[in-house]
């Protein structure tokens, strides 16, 4: 194999996190009165804590200060790391590690690029933090996705260009961002909403080793 680059996105992608960032923001939903659907939660996926908070306010066409906001957004991020306190490897999508190792044992550089400003203590409590050779997340970016701030840093830091970087992503702003950064998308999830990645696969158990070889 040629070098590469490979770049996870973190939630839906290497852990289900999902399921405890929607709890949390149901709970400050449902604190405001308003309704807050799974439904609604895809509108937040590879969105930022800031601009996700703004989106279930105007779900319920409410106005807030900047004060109530920010302690929502406090609020909102200590439950989440309360309920990631018992993590532990098993939180790891399915397929997920065989993949990691596969590129890790064919000398493939490995990136996380995540909005995620929790990415280390994750990647720590799933025991996976050394399958990568650089971290970038929501503590490095100004821009969030569809922006392409976060894959183009990682792509740089591990000293490869942007059309050999590849970019696994479950979220439309994510594929749209590794797109925009002219890098190969890789969509996990459903391909009717992951339409405009190049590739989709259900999740990792789908992507073979023959595959991986052939990007």
């Known amino acids: 194999m040629d070098n590469k680059a490979f770049i996870f996105d973190l939630d839906g992608v290497i852990v289900d996190t999902a399921k405890y960032h929607f709890l949390a923001w149901k709970k400050i939903a449902n604190q405001l009165g308003i309704e807050f659907t799974e439904e609604n939660n895809e509108l937040l996926k590879g969105v930022s804590r800031i601009r996700s908070l703004d989106i279930i306010l105007e779900l319920g066409n409410k106005a807030a200060s900047q004060e109530d906001k920010d302690k929502w957004l406090t609020q909102k991020n200590e439950d989440y790391l309360s309920q990631l306190v018992d993590m532990d490897h098993r939180e790891i999508l399915p397929g997920v590690f065989d993949v990691l190792q596969f590129l890790k044992s064919n000398k493939q550089p490995i990136a996380l690029g995540s909005a995620s400003k929790n990415a280390r203590p994750i990647l720590e409590k799933t025991g996976i933090l050394s399958y990568f050779d ?65 590739y989709v696969f259900d999740n990792f158990t789908a992507i073979s080793e023959h595959f991986l070889k052939g990007l």
Do not use: C, R, W
């Open 134 to 198: 650089a971290i970038v997340d929501g503590n490095d970016v100004t821009n969030a996705k569809p922006d392409p701030e976060v894959f183009l840093i990682a792509a740089k830091l591990l000293n490869v260009k942007s059309e050999n970087a590849i970019v696994f992503e479950d979220s439309v702003a994510g594929i749209q961002a590794a797109n925009i950064a002219n890098m190969i998308s890789i969509g996990i999830g459903d391909k009717n909403i992951l339409h405009e990645a190049k």
